[in-house]
T-cell receptor, first 113, second 117 residues
Framework: DAGVTQSPTHLIKTRGQHVTLRCSPI?????VSWYQQVLGQGPQFIFQ???????GRGNFPDRFSARQFPNYSSELNVNALLLGDSALYLC????????????FGSGTRLTVV | AQSVTQLGSHVSVSEGALVLLRCNYS??????LFWYVQYPNQGLQLLLK??????LVKGINGFEAEFKKSETSFHLTKPSAHMSDAAEYFC???????????????FGKGTHLIIQP
């Protein structure tokens, strides 16, 4: 079975640009959560979507937004990129809205220059 | 608010020795606790989780952790370290209603485990 798939694996953007990261959950999983992991730190919660609705939001600015599609895949969008947005962005999917069954993808490494 | 403190950003043990990674949490309600492992350039893999059942939790790859409410701790142990255990380890807590994901997981800063041959 395919795991959680994230694309792209790496990308480089310039300050002020916009970026879209994509996540495909495990088949049958209806929840997708996004985390930001800055180098040397633990992941920080950004969003959770369940059944295409936002169920939770971490302490991130409005430049960060996300959505979930009818097939349960998800996009994370970041506007007006800052150098500090450079990080590994992790997606986790689960069957329900809980955190118990999280399966993480390998992440997208974003570098802002 | 919930928080996690992992004591020791780096821990070095000899191959075959006991592994002990420390985690203390703060939570206003009975917590749900997790240990994840991260290998270089990879995502997070769940080692084990505590969800208010048995206080001694056994996980994958020979790891186990004990929930001690009086000490607000959830330390991770493995009797005998193997070279393949070298990785970053994260402790995480959730206060969500029945483990609900609305607040996500709160992670510690991680402990880098080094295995000496």
């Amino acid at each position: 079975d395919a795991g959680v798939t994230q694309s792209p694996t790496h990308l480089i953007k310039t300050r002020g640009q916009h970026v879209t990261l994509r996540c495909s959950p495990i088949s049958g999983h209806k929840s997708v959560s996004w985390y930001q992991q800055v180098l040397g730190q633990g992941p920080q919660f950004i969003f959770q979507y369940y059944e295409k609705e936002e169920r939770g939001r971490g302490n991130f600015p409005d430049r960060f937004s996300a959505r979930q599609f009818p097939n349960y895949s998800s996009e994370l969008n970041v506007n007006a990129l800052l150098l500090g947005d450079s990080a590994l962005y992790l997606c986790a999917s689960s069957i329900s809205a809980g955190v118990y069954g999280y399966t993480f993808g390998s992440g997208t490494r974003l570098t802002v220059v | 608010a919930q928080s996690v403190t992992q004591l020791g950003s780096h821990v070095s043990v000899s191959e075959g020795a006991l592994v002990l990674l420390r985690c203390n949490y703060s939570s206003s309600v009975p917590p749900y606790l997790f240990w994840y492992v991260q290998y270089p350039n990879q995502g997070l893999q769940l080692l084990l989780k505590y969800t208010s059942a048995a206080t001694l939790v056994k996980g994958i790859n020979g790891f186990e952790a004990e929930f001690k409410k009086s000490e607000t701790s959830f330390h991770l142990t493995k009797p005998s370290a193997h070279m393949s255990d070298a990785a970053e380890y994260f402790c995480a807590v959730s206060e969500g209603d029945s483990g609900g994901g609305a607040d996500g997981l709160t992670f510690g800063k991680g402990t880098h485990l080094i295995i000496q041959p």
